[in-house]
């Protein structure tokens, strides 16, 4: 599913990140990355050749209700929406 209407950086609250691996972003820097994430069509070639590894997962609420996002290695997210939809963005590492 395509993604649409998400928050603004701005609006999300009470982010927990739990890290699979050492190392985790920041509050911070997850604020940052999402700010600049862009959706990922459901049918785009990439989503196939990807190799899904976790690196951590996020949660945070925003107005509309709570979040839940898994940040593979290399940018790739999956995001859980409060209204039972799903869908991917690519997360702008630096």
Same mark, same amino acid.
């Given at each position: 599913?395509?993604l649409?209407?998400?928050?603004? =950086? !701005? ?8 890290p $699979?691996?050492?190392? =985790?972003?920041? *509050?911070?820097? %997850?604020?940052? @990355? $999402? /700010?600049? =994430?862009?959706t990922v069509?459901?049918?785009?070639? @990439?989503?196939?050749n990807w ?8 949660? %945070?609420?925003?107005?509309?209700g ?5 940040? %593979?290695? !290399? /940018?790739?997210?999956?995001? *859980? ?6 869908? @991917?963005?690519?997360? @702008?590492?630096?």
């Amino acid at each position: 599913m395509l993604l649409e209407n998400l928050p603004s =950086a !701005g609006e999300v609250r009470n982010i927990t990140i739990r890290p $699979f691996l050492s190392t =985790a972003p920041s *509050e911070k820097e %997850f604020r940052e @990355m $999402f /700010g600049g =994430a862009r959706t990922v069509a459901p049918d785009d070639p @990439m989503l196939e050749n990807w190799s899904y590894s976790p690196w951590c997962s996020i949660d %945070f609420d925003a107005p509309d209700g709570r979040y839940h996002m898994q940040l %593979f290695l !290399g /940018g790739l997210a999956r995001l *859980e929406c409060p209204d039972g939809s799903r869908g @991917m963005l690519m997360i @702008m590492l630096e």
